[in-house]
């Protein structure tokens, strides 16, 4: 009897301590999935944390895109925009307005700015401070604003810029025409100019430095007038061309032409050369297209005021580039 008595007790307490055990098990389970389930939240918390951060950001960069204007024309006391220019240029002639949107550098003079080229340098905007897109050419002095045209060769940036339609300039039916007075912007860092020769490959750097050159084709492109009679370089992918004109109109019988799509510039330029001298070259550029970098020159002789981008050819050499 007593044993009996002992085995019910121990059964008894196998069973209580099996039941406890499944009872803290079931316990923890719970507690992981809490936890997992805290996590997630708190994960999707973040998420959505992590959107409305990025949606206020992109708000706050629209204010403060329009704000910027707005103060420019607080700061510069100016009460017109280029569209209210725009639409009545004869009643705002010698009243200063502002404009902002994307800059680069232009070759355009015309009408009133046509001679405007040696001490000027254009500046090509497009409009959009006033709600509306067009594209507005604005002159400005070579030596005041260097380092705006130093930035700008490094390629196009976004500015506030104030004009003015002087009456001694503006002629009937001119384009969106204006002298540039004062302009607010923040420097690039990319540069393409001969200043900075980072981007071009050896051969054409020993091919510079055999030739002395200290000039690429962006640095004469936006200053044609003060550099003429000076060599530069020029490469790109290059084929024979038919176009001749301004002060090479007459040159077709004597000398090639040559169509590079200069890589400084991206720009296309007609170099001529020399039909006896580099007959070899014009032999192997008949049979397929070459890339070429060229010693290139515009003789003052043959430089005509509003030119494309046309130069002589003093030295080339087939297959390098920058």
Sequence with gaps: MCKNRMLFKTLVFILLALVTTACEAGSDAKNVSSDNKSE???????????????????????????????????DKNISLKSRDVLFDMQNTLNQPFAIMGKAELDIYYNYGFRDFEKTHFAVSIIDEGAGYSDRWVLYFDREEFNDLFQTLKKGGIFVIATGVILKAQYQDGQDELALGMDIAYEANSKSVSSEDNSSVIDVVKEYKEQKGLSLVAIDVLYDIQNHLDKPFLISGKASLDTYYNYGFRALEQSHFAIGVWDESTDEKWVVYFDRQEFSDVFDMMKQSDQYVTITAMIPSSQFEIGQDELAQGLDIMLGTGY
């Design 40 to 74: 997630d939240v708190v994960s999707e918390n973040k998420v959505k944390d992590k959107s409305q951060v990025v949606v206020a950001e992109t708000v706050t960069t629209t204010i403060n895109y329009e704000e910027k204007f707005t103060a420019y024309l607080k």
